[in-house]
């Protein structure tokens, strides 16, 4: 996969996340993702160093094995608020 596509996916992951929570299966999918950007040839070293630390911090995450994204748009809707 091209480095384009790879962080696209990365891109829309992050973005899934955020908006809906980190389900296990995400999480796999993100961490496979940056392993595999890091592994790419000839990588500016400013986005390696950038992959590099954002994938420490999902390495670190944990997630339980059946849990599901919600409906929640705290950040979208008025009246939403998360505490």
């Not at 929570?21 to 993702?33: D, E, Q, V």
Request: a positive charge.
């Amino acid at each position: 996969m091209s480095i384009e596509l790879r962080l696209a996916a990365i891109i829309n992951l992050l973005s899934s996340s955020a908006l809906r929570g980190t389900t296990a299966n995400k999480l796999a999918a993100l961490r496979t993702h940056l392993h595999a950007a890091l592994d790419q040839r000839g990588l500016d070293p400013y986005l390696k160093s950038t992959l590099q630390e954002v994938g420490a911090g999902w390495d670190a995450a944990h997630c339980h094995p059946k849990s599901i994204a919600i409906n929640c748009y705290p950040l979208t809707e008025i009246g939403q608020l998360t505490h």
